[in-house]
T-cell receptor, first 113, second 112 residues
């Protein structure tokens, strides 16, 4: 069990550029979540995958955000035409069942300048 | 809706006890508790399920009042390592996604 791995750890990008983050969950975990966290706040739900199927997406998520989980393994989160308001920590979490809690990755910190 | 945590912050001396509360306006299926240290990932502490089942670390205790839609986390004989921000995450059970809505966090500082 190597935990949940996220890359890159930090990303600085210019406004208007596209960015992509990667999450490698614990191998036997079929559930994968993306959350966004800003300073002083709790994580905010973005989207959920069960295996390769994206089953829920936050209504707060604009169409500039897209996520994939091909073959039910790693997942990517892409933000197109980044805005300064997208600056945040993007967290990935994985789990087997909701009854056992989730394992979070260390996150990718995005700064849009 | 986001659950409300109280207090927002607490400072303790080693060995003292603390209680962190989490209150929701919606009927809940489960409540999760996580601790996050600065710059690190949230770490799972405990889950409390509707019906009374609990899973978590041995040294952590918590309660879940389903009728009041409230949960409390009990930290006893605090250690320096308990410092961090504690988040409750609630699941209302309306879908089977396990999506959590997190509170705004409670910052705990334990001093020697």
């Amino acid at each position: 069990d190597t935990g949940v791995s996220q890359n890159p750890r930090h990303k600085i990008t210019k406004r208007g550029q596209n960015v992509t983050f990667r999450c490698d969950p614990i191998s036997e975990h079929n559930r994968l979540y993306w959350y966004r966290q800003t300073l002083g706040q709790g994580p905010e739900f973005l989207t959920y995958f069960q295996n390769e199927a994206q089953l829920e997406k936050s209504r707060l998520l604009s169409d500039r955000f897209s996520a994939e989980r091909p073959k039910g393994s790693f997942s990517t989160l892409e933000i197109q035409r980044t805005e300064q308001g997208d600056s945040a920590m993007y967290l990935c979490a994985s789990g087997v069942m909701t009854n056992y809690g989730y394992t979070f990755g260390s996150g990718t910190r995005l700064t849009v300048v | 809706q986001q659950p409300v945590q109280s207090p927002q912050a607490v400072i303790l001396r080693e060995g003292e006890d603390a209680v962190i509360n989490c209150s929701s306006s919606k009927a809940l299926y489960s409540v999760h508790w996580y601790r996050q240290k600065h710059g690190e990932a949230p770490v799972f502490l405990m889950i409390l399920l509707k019906g009374g089942e609990q899973k978590g670390h041995e040294k952590i205790s918590a309660s879940f009042n389903e009728k009041k839609q409230q949960s409390s986390l009990y930290l006893t004989a605090s250690q320096l390592s308990y410092s961090g921000t504690y988040f409750c995450g609630t699941e209302d059970g309306s879908s089977n996604t396990g999506k959590l809505i997190f509170g705004q966090g409670t910052t705990l500082q334990v001093k020697p």
